[in-house]
């Protein structure tokens, strides 16, 4: 039977056995109905992860499916979209009296991972010339990639994997991969930094004597530290000692460390010359070695003594007699 329609079937079961009623015939009907008439899917064979593709069929009426949902998904509009690599079939079904299938094979591709983070370029200040080289990886091998750089959005003319910045920017990569087509972007930023240009300004003669740095010139955010001690972000050192001392300043962002050297100076309030071999000389220490003219004159302006750097000190006379119990004032030049 091959024409549509409804048919009558005769069944019939002949007696074989002699005197036995075992035969006797019966009657059914089959419908056969037309076939849906399905098209070809229509979509492309291929899909990256998180992306889509849109599938169709011109025979209205029918449902998607896939056959693996872990690899792909697919709305019922047809819509597919990548979950995982691998292969995986997209399925049209269409019900009626029969079922028609159409199927189609896709593949779902991985997408690269390129992946780098904001860095900084080291810069000098008086030039303006790069003082470091700072090279941007894509974290991908270049065998079975291509790449696409850009900075603030022009193209760049490097296709490697890597690309070595020389100027500070908005930089991107595009990579994809060159068997599936898929591709994924990533972009960082690279900032300008520079050593410091700074001095620094200190209280002699003080109680509290401190360190005060003036950064000058520099794009960075710096750290402090005296003497090799540990980094702070205040640029305020209190409480220093008489004496020459280092003041680190560091970029953090990784230029070159700046080094000033500081010279804090403090003089004793009074002392005792009678001869007991304890506190019998007036002298400002630090200053041995040193281009220093120290003059100590009376209350009227008299001078009474003249020290150099490397001097002892005062012993409390004049002409080589004791001068009386008072106040005494000095005047310091050094270099």
């Not at 019966?26 to 998180?50: R, Y």
């Not at 200040?125 to 065998?143: K, M, P, Q, R």
């Not at 760049?156 to 060159?178: K, R």
């Amino acid at each position: 039977m091959s024409s549509l329609g409804v048919h009558v079937v005769t069944y019939t079961v002949a007696e074989t056995i002699p005197n036995c009623d075992v035969g006797g015939t019966t009657f059914f009907e089959i419908l056969i109905e037309e076939m849906p008439d399905l098209t070809p899917n229509q979509g492309d064979d291929s899909v990256c992860v998180g992306e889509t593709i849109a599938f169709s069929n011109a025979a209205a009426g029918g449902t998607w499916s896939t056959s693996d949902v872990t690899i792909a998904t697919v709305e019922m509009n047809g819509v597919v979209t990548g979950i995982s690599s691998g292969n995986v079939n997209i399925i049209y079904t269409l019900n009626s009296s029969c079922t028609a299938v159409e199927t189609s094979s896709i593949t779902v591709g991985e997408k690269p991972n390129p992946e780098f983070e904001d860095t900084y370029l080291c810069v000098n200040n008086a030039t303006g010339e790069i003082e470091n080289f700072v090279t941007l990886h894509s974290g991908i091998s270049n065998s079975g990639f291509v790449f696409e750089w850009r900075l603030n959005g022009n193209l760049l003319v490097t296709t490697g994997n890597s690309h070595n910045v020389i100027q500070a920017g908005l930089y991107e990569v595009v990579a994809t991969n060159t068997v599936t087509g898929c591709s994924e972007s990533t972009s960082c930023t690279v900032y300008p930094s520079a050593t410091a240009v700074a001095t620094a300004i200190t209280t002699d003669f003080s109680a509290n004597q401190s360190v005060t740095v003036v950064v000058a010139q520099g794009s960075g955010n710096y750290l402090y530290a005296i003497d090799n001690g540990q980094f702070q972000e205040s640029n305020l050192f209190e409480n220093v000692s008489s004496g020459e001392h280092v003041i680190t300043i560091k970029d953090p962002n990784g230029c070159n460390d700046l080094f000033l050297n500081v010279y804090l100076l403090n003089y004793p309030n009074f002392f005792t010359p009678n001869g007991d071999g304890v506190n019998d000389f007036w002298r400002i220490n630090g200053l041995s070695g040193r281009d220093a003219k120290i003059y100590i004159d009376d209350r009227f302006g008299k001078l009474l003594k003249y020290l150099n750097g490397s001097a002892d000190g005062w012993d409390g006379t004049f002409e080589g007699q004791p001068v009386f119990s008072s106040d005494y004032w000095f005047r310091i030049l050094y270099k």
